[in-house]
């Protein structure tokens, strides 16, 4: 495999993540000037965030998956898994850099933020209702959207650089509308990189990093992401 497409993926999700996770933390931290600004706001940051590392991505000649869910459902759907584990390697580096870029960029704002929660929710996800299984449900349909809504995007002509904007529109749609559940991680590396992160970041105050929890966004997504596959392998109108 040739190293520049896993910097594509590296940067890509670096990109995702410090945009994506940077929205978080401008909405929630105190004295930002974006506090309370909501969950619209924090939405279209993703969106914008996904476009953007999937430019990154592709910019260096690599697929722009930049998460394993999407690695793993398209490895399925056409039976090429030569570049699964290297790409969930470099995803899951990709976010663990983006999340230090985060706490760099935020630095005062962690400390005059009293809220442990809050600061963590600037790293990884967290359910509304702590249901596991209802949480992986919700992670698995989220994901199955995504996938799903990737490959029929891609399926037909693309005008030239609309494709990461397709994507980002679908990522704000599954955000606004599946989101409010679980925070919709829909990808293992954007929240468990992150949620490593934290625990090993100097963050003031910032308490438990909540592991007891981590398995359901890497977990949900990844069966999400291979219900997928199977479907688009299984029904190949796509």
Same mark, same amino acid.
């Given at each position: 495999?040739?190293?520049?497409?896993?910097?594509?993926?590296?940067?890509g999700?670096?990109?995702?993540?410090?945009?994506?996770?940077?929205?978080?933390?401008?909405?929630?931290?105190?004295?930002?000037?974006?506090?309370?600004?909501?969950?619209?706001?924090?939405?279209?940051?993703?969106?914008?965030?996904?476009f953007?590392?999937?430019?990154?991505?592709?910019? $260096?000649?690599?697929?722009?998956?930049?998460?394993?869910?999407?690695t793993?459902?398209?490895?399925i759907?056409?039976?090429?898994?030569?570049?699964?584990?290297?790409?969930?390697?470099?995803? $899951?580096?990709?976010? $663990?850099a983006?999340?230090?870029?985060?706490?760099?960029?935020?630095?005062?704002?962690?400390?005059?933020?009293?809220?442990?929660g809050?600061?963590?929710?600037?790293?990884s996800?967290?359910?509304?209702?702590?249901?596991?299984?209802?949480?992986i449900?919700?992670?698995?349909?989220?994901?199955?959207?995504?996938?799903?809504?990737?490959?029929a995007?891609?399926?037909g002509d693309?005008?030239?650089?609309m494709?990461?904007?397709?994507?980002?529109?679908?990522?704000?749609?599954?955000?606004?509308s599946?989101g409010?559940?679980?925070?919709?991680?829909?990808?293992?590396?954007?929240d468990?990189?992150?949620?490593?992160?934290?625990?090993?970041?100097?963050?003031?105050?910032?308490g438990?990093?909540?592991?007891?929890?981590?398995?359901?966004?890497?977990?949900?997504p990844?069966?999400?992401?291979?219900?997928a596959?199977l479907?688009?392998?299984?029904?190949?109108?796509?």
């Open positions: 495999m040739e190293v520049n497409i896993l910097l594509g993926e590296f940067f999700t670096m990109t995702l993540v410090l945009l994506g996770n940077g929205v978080v933390a401008n909405a929630l931290l105190t004295d930002s000037k974006a506090n309370g600004s909501g969950w619209m706001v924090i939405a279209s940051g993703w969106a914008f965030a996904v953007a590392g999937v430019f990154v991505a592709l910019a $260096f000649g690599a697929p722009a998956h930049l998460n394993p869910a999407v793993l459902g398209f490895a759907s056409s039976g090429d898994f030569s570049n699964m584990l290297p790409f969930f390697g470099v995803q $899951f580096l990709g976010a $663990f983006g999340a230090i870029l985060v706490f760099l960029h935020f630095g005062p704002h962690w400390k005059v933020t009293e809220d442990a809050l600061k963590l929710a600037a790293f996800t967290g359910p509304a209702i702590r249901k596991s299984g209802w949480n449900v919700s992670e698995a349909i989220g994901t199955f959207v995504l996938v799903l809504g990737v490959a995007i891609f399926s693309v005008a030239a650089g494709g990461p904007f397709l994507v980002g529109g679908l990522v704000w749609g599954i955000g606004l599946l409010g559940t679980t925070g919709y991680a829909i990808n293992p590396a954007r468990l990189g992150p949620r490593i992160a934290h625990f090993l970041l100097p963050i003031p105050g910032k438990e990093s909540d592991f007891a929890y981590s398995w359901v966004p890497v977990v949900g990844l069966i999400g992401g291979a219900a596959g479907f688009i392998m299984i029904l190949p109108v796509l």
